[in-house]
């Protein structure tokens, strides 16, 4: 960097509309180029650099430095020139000074597409992936069901290695989960299997398709109550249509990203085109938390304990602690507060029954901050 008070170089100075030339050099002194005459150091001319006309390079022609005032300087040493206007654009090379070489309009303009953009996301998109739900034709959710269900049953899952006795006890208390569900028992199938790498889960497919592994039904140590409560959270994933919502989301991202971009991520393309993709797929909070809701109600009017599945969530975090891997913590984060608020809406519906039912033991008002009984 050329430092203040510093020779820029040597030369002659010319006043303005004169033959007249003084030995002078140029020099930096407090941000302003001076020509200082080489005999008696008067200052000539000086003025702020923005101000100042440097001619371009060509050859070995001399270069002139033209002062606002009409006086020129001219010298033979261009290297030094050059050298003096590349750090002076090095040092506005910052943000203004790319702010000044873009266009302005062409800053207006990527600001209203990622306006348009964001607006699309958080309005259009949800309206368009709410269509795309009511217009899918029950087949689709059929074929993505059994198809990623026999992806998983290549590429991850295996055989269930659970009793026959297990199978049917948990069988037989989800037939009576699923009879309250909507679309009713035939609407639903539960299939066991050994979930290998991706451990304790359970997870529901489109067409109603539920998994349940091996190593959740372990997990559970026959709190069979447990195990249906996540059941009743996955039904209410199927009812919700949350797979396909976050399949139309993710498809509807992948658009965007292609129209603001042109191009979608191998990534992307993936979670679209193959089958095991939908896994990848998490769920938004919002959905986690209505089937949440949904499992403490099913499990209600299955006349089960309701809130089983905040039992669930509490026995994953003291396995896993926060480094859920791939267990459900990993997809299903955020559990102190679900188990909360699964606690919260049981305690309010069995506080709408009491009032239905009429009196009742408990003492009035004291329902709202009491924490339900566990079982
Ligand atoms: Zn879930």
């Given at each position: 960097m050329v430092s203040?008070?510093?020779?820029?170089?040597?030369?002659?100075?010319?006043?303005?509309?004169?033959?007249?030339?003084?030995?002078?050099?140029?020099?930096?002194?407090?941000?302003?180029?001076v020509a200082v005459g080489d005999a008696a150091g008067e200052r000539h001319a000086a003025a702020e650099p923005?101000?100042?006309?440097?001619?371009?390079?060509?050859?070995?022609?001399?270069?002139?430095?033209?002062?606002?005032?009409?006086?020129?300087?001219?010298?033979?040493?261009?290297?030094?020139i050059d050298a003096y206007v590349e750090k002076r654009q090095g040092r506005r090379s910052g943000f203004v000074h790319r702010m000044e070489e873009f266009h302005p309009r062409l800053i207006v303009f990527a600001g209203l597409v990622m306006l348009l953009a964001a607006?699309?996301?958080?309005?259009?998109?949800?309206?368009?992936?709410?269509?795309?739900?009511?217009?899918?034709?029950?087949?689709?959710p059929d074929?993505?069901?059994?198809?990623?269900?026999?992806?998983?049953?290549?590429?991850?899952?295996?055989?269930?290695?659970?009793?026959?006795?297990?199978?049917r006890r948990i069988g037989d208390g989800f037939e009576t989960l699923a009879a309250k569900a909507e679309g009713g028992a035939g609407a639903?199938?539960?299939?066991?299997?050994?979930?290998?790498?991706?451990?304790?889960?359970?997870?529901?497919?489109?067409?109603?398709?539920?998994?349940?592994?091996?190593?959740?039904?372990?997990?559970?140590?026959?709190d069979t109550d447990m195990i249906l409560g996540v059941l009743g959270h996955e039904i209410g994933h199927v009812e919700r249509k949350h797979s396909l919502r976050q399949l139309y989301r993710a498809a509807g991202?992948?658009?965007?990203?292609?129209?603001?971009?042109?191009?979608?991520?191998?990534?992307?393309?993936?979670?679209?085109?193959?089958?095991?993709?939908?896994?990848?797929?998490?769920?938004?909070?919002?959905?986690?938390?209505?089937?949440?809701?949904?499992?403490?109600e099913l499990m209600r009017a299955a006349g089960r304990d309701p809130a089983a599945i905040a039992r669930f969530f509490e026995r994953l975090e003291e396995i896993y602690g926060d480094h859920g891997g791939n267990s459900m913590l990993s997809t299903h984060p955020d559990t102190p507060e679900r188990r909360r608020a699964i606690l919260d809406y049981d305690a309010k519906l069995r506080g709408v029954t009491v009032e239905k039912n009429g009196p009742d033991t408990s003492t009035p008002g004291a329902e709202g901050g009491r924490q339900p009984a566990k079982p």
């Open positions: 203040e008070g510093s020779v820029i170089a040597r030369g002659e100075w010319h006043p303005a509309n004169s033959s007249r030339s003084v030995a002078a050099t140029l020099q930096l002194a407090g941000g302003l180029v923005e101000k100042m006309t440097f001619s371009p390079r060509v050859g070995s022609i001399p270069r002139r430095i033209v002062f606002p005032d009409g006086s020129l300087f001219e010298t033979r040493d261009n290297d030094a607006g699309i996301y958080r309005y259009a998109l949800p309206a368009l992936v709410e269509l795309a739900v009511l217009l899918t034709p029950p087949v689709v074929w993505m069901g059994s198809g990623t269900l026999a992806t998983l049953d290549r590429t991850t899952l295996s055989p269930s290695k659970l009793p026959e006795a297990d199978r639903y199938t539960l299939n066991f299997r050994d979930g290998g790498y991706i451990g304790p889960n359970a997870f529901a497919l489109p067409d109603g398709s539920l998994i349940l592994t091996d190593q959740l039904v372990e997990l559970a140590k026959g991202i992948a658009g965007l990203i292609m129209l603001i971009a042109g191009d979608v991520g191998s990534g992307v393309e993936d979670i679209l085109t193959q089958g095991g993709g939908l896994l990848a797929l998490s769920y938004s909070r919002a959905a986690e938390s209505e089937a949440d809701m949904r499992s403490v």
